[in-house]
């Protein structure tokens, strides 16, 4: 069981490149989340998704765009980046009740050039 | 929103109690979580609390008080590998997390 899984690790790109962020989860949790985190400001939520075929913005959700075709797939498309978006991304996913906690990917470290 | 505040850096020394406190101001509570992260690591469920009083797991304690926007974590008998930067978490109606930006605690021998 792999939980949530992230691609790349890391990666470097030059300004005004797009670049698609992978997260894939095998739980089959309803819920899925993009963050990112920065020295000092801790984790920002980016987008989320409740369930298939619904996104939504959450607090930094500017240069960032997210699709939800299916329960297990939930990539994070930066159309053309800059380098504020520097940054350690991480996905997580859980289920919608009380008591459920997110679970994080491993993280995909991004380098903006 | 959110505004979630907690110290930056701890230090405490091996087989001590550690208690990283945590304070927040929310348009709607629904819950709150810490989280514990090692370097280069992703962030890791701890606690869970969404009615007043205790949770304890094991060496792990964790308090809230919705009527002052306060919890704590209480770490006892610290281990090295306790090292790690613990995050406050506070979860809204629509089940979106807030994130304090984390307490680095450093366990020395």
């Known amino acids: 069981i792999a939980g949530i899984t992230q691609a790349p690790t890391s990666q470097i790109l030059a300004a005004g490149r797009r670049m698609t962020l992978r997260c894939t989860q095998d739980?089959?949790?309803?819920?899925m989340y993009w963050y990112r985190q920065d020295l000092g400001l801790g984790l920002r939520l980016i987008h989320y998704?409740?369930?298939?075929?619904?996104?939504g913005k959450g607090e930094v959700p500017d240069g960032y765009s997210v699709s939800r075709a299916n329960t297990d797939d939930f990539p994070l498309t930066l159309a053309s980046a800059v380098p504020s978006q520097t940054s350690v991304y991480f996905c997580?996913?859980?289920?919608?009740?009380?008591?459920?906690?997110?679970?994080f990917g491993p993280g995909t470290r991004l380098t903006v050039l | 929103g959110q505004n979630i505040d907690q110290p930056t850096e701890m230090t405490a020394t091996e087989g001590a109690i550690v208690q990283i406190n945590c304070t927040y101001q929310?348009?709607?509570?629904?819950?709150l979580f810490w989280y514990q992260q090692h370097a280069g690591e992703a962030p890791t469920f701890l606690s869970y609390?969404?009615?007043?009083g205790l949770e304890e797991k094991g060496r792990f304690s964790s308090f809230l008080s919705r009527s002052k926007g306060y919890s704590y974590l209480l770490l006892k008998e610290l281990q090295m590998k306790d090292s790690a930067s613990y995050l406050c978490?506070?979860?809204?109606?629509?089940?979106?997390?807030?994130f304090g930006a984390g307490t680095t605690v450093t366990v020395r021998a």
């Open positions: 997580a996913s859980s289920e919608v009740g009380d008591a459920d906690t997110q679970y």
């Open positions: 739980m089959r949790h309803n819920a």
């Open positions: 998704s409740n369930t298939a075929g619904t996104t």
């Open positions: 929310t348009s709607g509570f629904n819950g």
């Open positions: 609390n969404v009615l007043d």
């Open positions: 978490a506070v979860r809204d109606q629509d089940y979106k997390l807030s």
